[in-house]
Each structure stands twice: as structure tokens, then as C-alpha cells.
């Protein structure tokens, strides 16, 4: 049966095959099958098997993800927290400046010298009401941000397609 150009959903692709569909307005579910693909890869190989520029691709899109379904509060509380030691720089690597310094300005708000997932845990246990008001100022931010960061994305991961590999 030939393929469409019309990318319905990650069914275990690799990352070759993902590349080889238009963009044109799929680029957010390509940029989803993306990371699911290095997930997958994670849970086979090990993270050590994830390139720098995978790791990107995943800490980008775990704070895309949940700050849109609840917050940079939730992405400190769940597991994409282990992400935020990095997202900043990620953002940066995939162009996204803006939204790099909402997310700075965010894990300021917990007043941490350095991030660990342990340091972090510690901070969201205790009720805050200036952290939390910062975080949503954050939010409002984030949301406001126009630009699409699904495009930015795949440029990105069009740009190291040599370093992404599942």
C-alpha cells in the first residue's frame, strides 16, 4: 500500500521516515511523532543513547506540553521537571529567545541557586503565594507568545537531522 503525504499519527516510524513527509502544516504532529520516537528510544536503549539534540527536542516539547495543560506549575510537579535543568539552553538552541526568558524568569521564581529534581521537589512541596503568583504571570507569558513553537521545532530537528536517529 503507498503512503500518503498526509501524516496521520506515530505508528514507529523511524526518524527517516518522519522526515520524508511535508511539513506543511503537520509540523506539530510531526514534531509529536518526533518525540515520541526518542522516547521510545529512551525506554529501549537507555537515556545515554539520546543525542544532546534529542534531549532538546524532548525538554522543548515537555514544557510546550504542560504549561499549555496546566502551567509551569505543572511542569515543575510531574515528571517533565527532570527537563529543567536544561530547558532554557533548549529553548535557546531552538530559537525560541522569548520564550527562554518566561522560562528563566519561572525557575527564578523558585529561588534556587542550582535545579535537581530533588531541589525542586522540595521548593513546589512548600506553598508559596509570590512563587505561584510568578508562575502564572509566567504563564500569561508563555501563552501570549505567538510563534509557532512546532515550526521552530522541526527547523530544528531538520537542521540536526544527522544527530536524530530512532
Same mark, same amino acid.
Do not use: W
Given at each position: 500500500?503507498?503512503?500518503?503525504?498526509?501524516?496521520?499519527?506515530?505508528?514507529?516510524?523511524?526518524?527517516?521516515?518522519?522526515?520524508?513527509?511535508?511539513?506543511?502544516?503537520?509540523?506539530?504532529?510531526?514534531?509529536?511523532?518526533?518525540?515520541?520516537?526518542?522516547?521510545?528510544?529512551? @525506554? &529501549?536503549?537507555?537515556? !545515554? =543513547?539520546?543525542?544532546?539534540?534529542?534531549?532538546?527536542? %524532548?525538554? /522543548?516539547?515537555?514544557? *510546550?506540553?504542560?504549561?499549555?495543560?496546566?502551567?509551569?506549575?505543572?511542569?515543575?510537579?510531574?515528571?517533565?521537571?527532570?527537563?529543567?535543568?536544561?530547558?532554557?539552553?533548549?529553548?535557546?538552541?531552538?530559537?525560541?529567545?522569548?520564550? @527562554? &526568558?518566561?522560562?528563566? !524568569? =519561572?525557575?527564578?521564581?523558585?529561588?534556587?541557586?542550582? %535545579?535537581? /529534581?530533588?531541589?525542586? *521537589?522540595?521548593?513546589?512541596?512548600?506553598?508559596?503565594?509570590?512563587?505561584?503568583?510568578?508562575?502564572?504571570?509566567?504563564?500569561?507569558?508563555?501563552?501570549?507568545?505567538?510563534?509557532?513553537?512546532?515550526?521552530?521545532?522541526?527547523?530544528?530537528?531538520?537542521?540536526?537531522?544527522?544527530?536524530?536517529?530512532?
Amino acid at each position: 500500500m503507498k503512503r500518503t503525504d498526509r501524516f496521520v499519527g506515530y505508528s514507529g516510524e523511524t526518524a527517516n521516515e518522519l522526515f520524508s513527509y511535508p511539513p506543511k502544516d503537520q509540523e506539530v504532529s510531526l514534531v509529536q511523532a518526533f518525540r515520541e520516537g526518542i522516547q521510545r528510544k529512551a @525506554a &529501549r536503549k537507555g537515556k !545515554r =543513547a539520546v543525542s544532546h539534540e534529542e534531549q532538546t527536542v %524532548l525538554a /522543548v516539547t515537555a514544557l *510546550d506540553q504542560e504549561v499549555n495543560n496546566g502551567g509551569y506549575d505543572q511542569f515543575l510537579r510531574n515528571s517533565s521537571r527532570v527537563f529543567a535543568p536544561i530547558v532554557v539552553e533548549s529553548l535557546l538552541r531552538v530559537g525560541c529567545k522569548r520564550r @527562554a &526568558r518566561i522560562t528563566e !524568569r =519561572a525557575l527564578e521564581a523558585l529561588r534556587l541557586p542550582t %535545579l535537581t /529534581v530533588r531541589k525542586i *521537589d522540595a521548593v513546589m512541596r512548600n506553598e508559596s503565594t509570590e512563587r505561584d503568583q510568578e508562575l502564572e504571570r509566567c504563564d500569561q507569558m508563555f501563552y501570549k507568545a505567538r510563534r509557532s513553537l512546532a515550526k521552530q521545532l522541526y527547523t530544528f530537528l531538520l537542521t540536526n537531522r544527522t544527530r536524530i536517529n530512532f
